[in-house]
């Protein structure tokens, strides 16, 4: 295998790392929905 | 008959210089690599043919210099420069008494190693074939002429010669036919990779090409062999990343909860759960329908609040359908069932939070105007069934297509590269311009 | 082997081959022929000058699928330069010619100028010019002119099937064809002689005994 086809490889492997770590994360940069912008965070009942 | 040494010293006739005959008995004329003055080494008073008053330049590769190529111990004892009016490039002549000549050609820093053929190649349409191998014509017919001489060679050469050379190439190789009035030779020419040249030759490393270079006629592209060695990778990578997605991609412990919200009536607010969050993070699918939908729209807020620590994840989704007829038939527009993804909820109980709004569009019905928000708003509309189902994880295609970009981004920059090569190369090609045919010829292994 | 005493000096001059009738003696150069009980001098031999020819007088190899032994040199020169012809002795008593020409050799044996000869030969019998690229069949196969020279022996050694004097002339012409065979026409004044064989590198020959060269490691063949 050549030099050039390492490095991809690795580079293939360094992907499919960060694709794995989404998942076991349940991340994703296009969801819909997650945690709220910004610091403010409401304590005590927030329910209606 | 013993000998002390295969080389002759002798004396140039004209500058005094000593220089070597290396190859006696093969070599017509030497030329002195102080002065220039060609001598004829087939007269054993070593007559002057021409003089001249020039030193030579310093050579990449000196004459005398030995260098073990491909098994072979070879010694440069010739040295000649030629341009055909665009390029200039250097040739040397290797000896080896036991193995005969060759010669290495030096242009824009790349070296080839050339041999002579003793039979003329196969012809096949405009292409040349030899052992099989296909070589398609790239310069038509040039003249390449000496332009400064040193050393020893086996035809008596000199300043000025002149033959029309033909080159037909296949990726990194080359054939060329030179011509003059006696007779016509073949030459095919290998390059040689700047680690072979080097460890034979002590010459400069070869320049890496960049966009805006010229390559060499039969330089081969290197992006094509990394493409080539690239795409398994890229294929497994894929198939791999399939894998994934369909084993990270399920969603488990469906959860079914249900809401009704009257059109243009007050907003609803309702909260379902408990909802329990195991793993560390995970992610949540909403799926919101809303079948009974119709000429208007229904807002969705939902949020998943923890019950610990109030932190809260919110997503939206809004449903609507219209309809209608008109002059091509009927028509309908929008959505009446959306599917959130909620990324990376931490574990935790939690519930879940809706709010939901509706608004209709109908011409049928009553309206009222409503001062407050300047719209009419109907009255009298049925609620709408808002159906959720929330379930543990989610199946992110958009990370996959992402994640496919970047693994297909190197070889798609490889192929942008390989591409200015090729067009490159190809630019100086004579005759008909480059087609599919020179371009499938570049990939090809050398 | 027969030996035969040199009628100039007097040393002592052996044939190796039954069937070749001319040795240059190795002491004063004289060509010697013999015939019957007999030796004559005919004529003296050119000095040869210094080369670096890797073949000797003794080296053996492979040949026409025989092994050989080279016997003689004659050294053949033109304007443009100059080339070795050795003689090689086949196991099977018969001879042919390597010629060396810029470290590419030529394997020769001659045939018979009979029979139905294509007309560039018949030409050439005839003192009629031609031209390099013309073509004819000879022995079957088709070939080109590659080149036509007037040559000039400069000298020889060892055994030889002719006598070649200093200042011998010949007319030289040489063919080649597509698949590594070549052939080669030779008129003196003597008469024609025609020439057919291939191209062969040294390593093909799987040649012994190669001349040594000061500064060059002897290559494992053979």
Same mark, same amino acid.
């Not at chain 2, 012809?123 to 310069?139: E, L």
């Not at chain 3, 007999?38 to 007088?57: C, H, K, N, T, Y």
């Not at chain 3, 080279?70 to 330069?81: N, S």
């Given at each position: 295998?050549?030099?050039?086809?390492?490095?991809?490889?690795?580079?293939?492997?360094?992907?499919?790392?960060?694709?794995?770590? =989404?998942a =076991?994360?349940g991340y994703s940069p296009f969801a819909d929905g997650g945690?709220?912008?910004?610091?403010?965070?409401?304590?005590?009942?927030?329910?209606? | 008959?013993?000998?002390?040494?295969?080389?002759?010293?002798?004396?140039?006739?004209?500058?005094?210089?000593? %220089?070597?005959?290396?190859?006696?008995?093969?070599?017509? #004329?030497?030329?002195?690599?102080?002065?220039?003055?060609? %001598?004829?080494?087939?007269?054993?008073?070593?007559? %002057?043919?021409?003089?001249?008053?020039?030193?030579?330049?310093?050579?990449?590769?000196?004459?005398?210099? $030995?260098?073990?190529?491909?098994?072979?111990?070879?010694? !440069? %004892?010739?040295?000649?420069?030629?341009?055909?009016?665009?390029?200039?490039?250097?040739?040397?002549?290797?000896?080896?008494?036991?193995?005969?000549? $060759?010669?290495?050609? !030096?242009?824009?820093?790349?070296?080839?190693?050339?041999?002579?053929?003793?039979?003329?190649?196969?012809? *096949?349409?405009?292409?040349?074939?030899?052992?099989?191998?296909?070589?398609?014509?790239?310069?038509?017919?040039?003249?390449?002429?000496?332009?400064?001489?040193?050393?020893?060679?086996?035809?008596? /050469?000199?300043?000025?010669?002149?033959?029309?050379?033909?080159?037909?190439?296949?990726?990194?190789?080359? @054939?060329?036919?030179?011509?003059?009035?006696?007779?016509?030779?073949?030459?095919?020419?290998?390059?040689?990779?700047?680690?072979?040249?080097?460890?034979?030759?002590?010459?400069?490393?070869?320049?890496?090409?960049?966009?805006?270079?010229?390559?060499?006629?039969?330089?081969?592209?290197?992006?094509?062999?990394?493409?080539?060695?690239?795409?398994?990778?890229?294929?497994?990578?894929?198939?791999?990343? @399939?894998?994934?997605l369909t084993?990270f991609g399920r969603t488990m412990q469906p959860q079914m909860f249900s809401l009704?919200?009257?059109? *243009?009536?007050?907003?609803?607010?309702?909260?379902f759960?408990?909802i329990?969050?195991?793993?560390?993070?995970q992610a949540m699918t909403v799926e919101a329908m809303t079948p009974?939908v119709?000429?208007?729209w229904v807002d969705i807020d939902v949020a998943f609040?923890?019950?610990?620590?109030?932190?809260?994840y919110d997503a939206y989704a809004l449903n609507e359908h219209?309809?209608?007829?008109?002059?091509?038939?009927?028509?309908?527009e929008g959505a009446r069932s959306q599917t959130l993804k909620v990324a990376s909820l931490?574990?935790?109980?939690?519930?879940l /939070?809706v709010?939901a709004?509706?608004?209709?569009?109908?011409?049928?019905?009553?309206?009222?105007?409503?001062?407050?928000?300047?719209?009419?708003? #109907?009255?009298?509309?049925?609620?709408i069934e808002v159906n959720l189902t929330v379930a543990r994880g989610a199946r992110f295609t958009s990370n996959f297509w992402?994640? /496919?970009?970047?693994?297909?981004?190197?070889?798609?920059?490889?192929?942008?590269?390989?591409?200015?090569?090729?067009?490159?190369?190809?630019?100086?090609?004579?005759?008909?311009?480059?087609?599919? *045919? *020179?371009?499938?010829?570049?990939?090809?292994?050398? | 082997?027969?030996?035969?005493?040199?009628?100039?000096?007097?040393?002592?001059?052996?044939?190796?081959?039954?069937?070749?009738?001319?040795? +240059?003696?190795?002491?004063?150069?004289?060509?010697?022929?013999?015939?019957?009980?007999?030796?004559?001098?005919?004529? &003296?031999?050119?000095?040869?000058?210094?080369?670096?020819?890797?073949?000797?007088?003794?080296?053996?190899?492979?040949?026409?699928?025989?092994?050989?032994?080279?016997?003689?040199? +004659?050294?053949?020169?033109?304007?443009?330069?100059?080339?070795?012809?050795?003689?090689?002795?086949?196991?099977?008593?018969?001879?042919?010619?390597?010629?060396?020409?810029?470290?590419?050799?030529?394997?020769?044996? &001659? +045939?018979?100028?009979?029979?139905?000869?294509?007309?560039?030969?018949?030409?050439?019998?005839?003192?009629?010019?031609?031209?390099?690229? &013309?073509?004819?069949?000879?022995?079957?196969?088709?070939?080109?002119?590659?080149?036509?020279?007037? +040559?000039?022996?400069?000298?020889?050694?060892? &055994?030889?099937?002719?006598?070649?004097?200093?200042?011998?002339?010949?007319?030289?012409?040489?063919?080649?064809?597509?698949?590594?065979?070549?052939?080669?026409?030779?008129?003196?004044?003597?008469?024609?002689?025609?020439?057919?064989?291939?191209?062969?590198?040294?390593?093909?020959?799987?040649?012994?005994?190669?001349?040594?060269?000061?500064?060059?490691?002897?290559?494992?063949?053979?």
């Amino acid at each position: 295998m050549s030099r050039s086809s390492f490095l991809y490889a690795l580079w293939c492997l360094g992907v499919l790392g960060l694709y794995l770590t =989404a998942a =076991a994360q349940g991340y994703s940069p296009f969801a819909d929905g997650g945690r709220t912008a910004g610091a403010a965070r409401a304590y005590g009942p927030t329910h209606k | 008959m013993a000998e002390e040494d295969s080389v002759r010293a002798l004396s140039c006739p004209a500058c005094g210089g000593t %220089i070597a005959l290396r190859a006696a008995g093969y070599t017509v #004329t030497l030329a002195c690599e102080y002065c220039g003055t060609l %001598i004829d080494a087939t007269d054993p008073a070593a007559r %002057i043919i021409t003089r001249y008053n020039e030193m030579q330049a310093s050579l990449a590769i000196p004459l005398g210099t $030995r260098g073990t190529l491909r098994g072979v111990e070879w010694e !440069a %004892i010739g040295w000649l420069q030629r341009s055909d009016g665009w390029a200039i490039w250097d040739e040397y002549l290797l000896f080896n008494p036991y193995v005969g000549y $060759r010669w290495l050609i !030096a242009q824009n820093g790349q070296w080839s190693l050339g041999t002579m053929l003793t039979a003329a190649p196969q012809r *096949d349409g405009p292409d040349r074939v030899v052992a099989g191998r296909r070589f398609t014509p790239f310069y038509s017919v040039t003249t390449a002429r000496v332009t400064r001489v040193a050393g020893e060679f086996y035809w008596r /050469v000199k300043p000025g010669e002149e033959v029309r050379a033909s080159d037909y190439v296949r990726p990194g190789f080359m @054939l060329s036919l030179e011509q003059d009035d006696r007779e016509n030779s073949w030459t095919i020419s290998e390059l040689l990779t700047g680690r072979e040249i080097r460890a034979a030759f002590d010459v400069d490393p070869p320049p890496v090409w960049i966009p805006g270079m010229t390559p060499l006629a039969h330089q081969p592209s290197p992006y094509a062999r990394r493409i080539k060695g690239w795409w398994p990778i890229a294929a497994l990578s894929f198939v791999a990343l @399939l894998v994934l997605l369909t084993l990270f991609g399920r969603t488990m412990q469906p959860q079914m909860f249900s809401l009704s919200v009257t059109p *243009d009536g007050p907003t609803v607010s309702q909260t379902f759960g408990p909802i329990v969050l195991p793993l560390g993070k995970q992610a949540m699918t909403v799926e919101a329908m809303t079948p009974g939908v119709e000429q208007g729209w229904v807002d969705i807020d939902v949020a998943f609040v923890n019950r610990k620590t109030q932190d809260s994840y919110d997503a939206y989704a809004l449903n609507e359908h219209y309809s209608g007829r008109d002059s091509d038939g009927y028509w309908s527009e929008g959505a009446r069932s959306q599917t959130l993804k909620v990324a990376s909820l931490p574990a935790g109980t939690y519930d879940l /939070v809706v709010d939901a709004q509706a608004h209709h569009w109908g011409s049928s019905g009553n309206w009222t105007f409503d001062a407050s928000s300047s719209t009419y708003k #109907t009255e009298g509309q049925p609620p709408i069934e808002v159906n959720l189902t929330v379930a543990r994880g989610a199946r992110f295609t958009s990370n996959f297509w992402l994640a /496919v970009l970047m693994i297909l981004l190197p070889p798609l920059f490889m192929l942008v590269l390989h591409i200015l090569f090729e067009n490159a190369r190809l630019a100086q090609k004579d005759g008909s311009p480059a087609d599919a *045919d *020179d371009w499938l010829r570049g990939m090809e292994a050398p | 082997m027969q030996l035969v005493t040199c009628p100039t000096c007097g040393a002592e001059v052996a044939f190796r081959s039954s069937a070749l009738p001319v040795r +240059v003696c190795d002491y004063c150069r004289t060509l010697v022929v013999r015939y019957n009980q007999g030796a004559q001098g005919m004529g &003296e031999a050119g000095v040869l000058p210094f080369d670096i020819s890797p073949i000797q007088i003794g080296t053996e190899g492979r040949c026409f699928d025989q092994n050989f032994q080279i016997i003689g040199r +004659v050294r053949w020169a033109w304007d443009d330069g100059a080339w070795n012809e050795w003689l090689m002795l086949l196991a099977d008593g018969s001879h042919a010619w390597l010629g060396e020409a810029m470290g590419q050799f030529m394997a020769l044996r &001659e +045939v018979e100028l009979t029979g139905s000869l294509a007309q560039v030969i018949r030409r050439l019998m005839n003192d009629t010019p031609v031209k390099p690229g &013309e073509s004819g069949n000879i022995a079957g196969q088709s070939y080109e002119v590659a080149d036509i020279r007037t +040559v000039c022996c400069i000298g020889c050694e060892g &055994e030889l099937p002719f006598t070649a004097p200093i200042g011998w002339e010949a007319l030289s012409v040489d063919f080649r064809n597509r698949d590594g065979r070549c052939a080669s026409f030779q008129k003196d004044r003597h008469g024609p002689s025609l020439y057919v064989g291939h191209h062969v590198n040294l390593a093909s020959l799987q040649p012994r005994n190669l001349r040594p060269l000061p500064g060059w490691s002897l290559p494992a063949y053979g």
